[in-house]
């Protein structure tokens, strides 16, 4: 059922002031805390994750290629480690490719970002629409179009290094992913720029799509240069396991991220689109703590079943192994590679900057010395 929007300023306004409330309060809730079952931890399944050896060169280089662009910003400084903790294994060379290209997926978020785009005004909203237009219309030629942006002669460079280090059908299935997340992303996310309140259930569909995390975890192939083999997966029937932990692995990663944003995006820029605030929508009779609760419970719900699938899959690679050398080391190398990513996505999240604040309600996110009694 499509809720009306009428109410969504009205319970915006109520999940913000029970924020004040519970700061002043000195309230504070732990994600990890929210997340773990039964003895698992996230700290100790992620503790043996380690960024990339050459992050600091690669980082030097990716913030060189952000300036010569035009397209570098005080807080690329946070984001542009996050590829380095999700790919710690990947070759030097795709690796500077792939967080240059994160690097331009969070300049477009900063400027133009689904949290940020109802606050432009109508000349600057025009501007970035056209530009969205022709970043997401990109083909396999990867021609430049007239009157061409930095940003966009960045864009290309970029998606012409990694068309000529990749198969073409998966490099066809990633331009049409990284295509359709510009699409959706950088234009109004909230409620009533949609006209309804989506359900959860749509929220999290369109989210990894916002997020970008579909084609992040195309890249794990691309990352080792260990490219799956589709027709082998199918013929082992392991395909639909697969498919489900790809976007297991994106959901992981896109409603964590809603949990450690959720101040930054709700509290600070006052949007609607945020898991938080999408399931305070959908159950308005619902406190600031309910939703945080709720909120965690979904994802925690998600990692439990995404841990169960990689288990089976291991299972049946253990069964496999001797056989079909290169195909059976591309599926170890990509299961392995989804694990990281699920560290990394915590590891990072927690590790970045970017949604640090001297007071918060999460343990995760606040600055050391912020005293406050958690929950």
Not at 20 to 27: D, F, M, P, Q, S
Not at 128 to 154: C, F, G, H, Q
Not at 196 to 222: A, F, K, N, Q, W
Request: hydrophobic share 40%; net charge negative; charged share 25%.
């Amino acid at each position: 059922m499509k809720r009306n929007v009428s109410l969504t300023a009205l319970k915006l306004g109520q999940i913000q002031a029970q924020y004040r409330e519970l700061i002043a309060n000195g309230t504070m809730f732990s994600i990890a805390d929210l997340l773990n079952f039964d003895s698992f931890t996230l700290k100790d399944y992620c503790q043996a994750l380690n960024p990339h050896p050459q992050s600091e060169t690669i980082i030097k280089i990716a913030q060189q290629f952000c300036e010569e662009h035009g397209i570098w910003i005080e807080q690329a400084k946070h984001y542009i480690t996050c590829e380095l903790f999700l790919y710690p294994d990947a070759q030097f060379d795709r690796l500077v490719s792939m967080v240059e290209n994160n690097a331009i997926d969070y300049y477009l978020n900063d400027i133009v970002g689904r949290d940020l785009f109802r606050h432009l005004n109508s000349d600057k909203q025009t501007e970035a629409r056209e530009l969205m237009k022709r970043m997401s219309n990109v083909d396999l030629d990867l021609l430049l179009p007239d009157n061409v942006t930095s940003v966009e002669k960045a864009n290309i460079e970029i998606l012409k290094f990694m068309k000529g280090t990749s198969p073409l059908p998966w490099f066809e299935k990633f331009l049409h992913l990284y295509c359709y997340h510009i699409d959706v992303t950088h234009r109004d996310g909230n409620s009533d720029a949609q006209g309804y309140v989506p359900s959860i259930d749509e929220y999290i569909e369109l989210r990894c799509h916002t997020s970008g995390m579909h084609h992040i975890v195309m890249l794990i192939e691309y990352a080792s240069g260990n490219f799956l083999d589709a027709d082998w997966c199918s013929d082992l029937g392991i395909d639909n396991y697969l498919q489900r932990i790809n976007f297991l692995t994106a959901a992981f990663g896109c409603l964590s991220n809603d949990l450690f944003s959720f101040e930054k995006e709700v509290i600070d820029n006052s949007t609607d689109a945020n898991l938080l605030m999408i399931v305070a929508l959908n159950d308005p009779m619902c406190s600031l703590t309910d939703v945080i609760v709720k909120s965690a419970k979904i994802v925690q719900e998600m990692m439990i079943e995404l841990l169960d699938l990689i288990d089976k899959i291991k299972k049946q690679m253990h069964d496999l192994a001797g056989s079909d050398g290169s195909k059976n080391d591309a599926l170890t190398s990509y299961v392995k590679g989804i694990e990281k990513c699920i560290q990394a996505s915590w590891l990072w999240q927690v590790y970045t900057k970017r949604y640090k604040r001297p007071a918060s309600i999460f343990a995760e996110t606040g600055l050391p010395g912020a005293v406050a009694q958690a929950v």
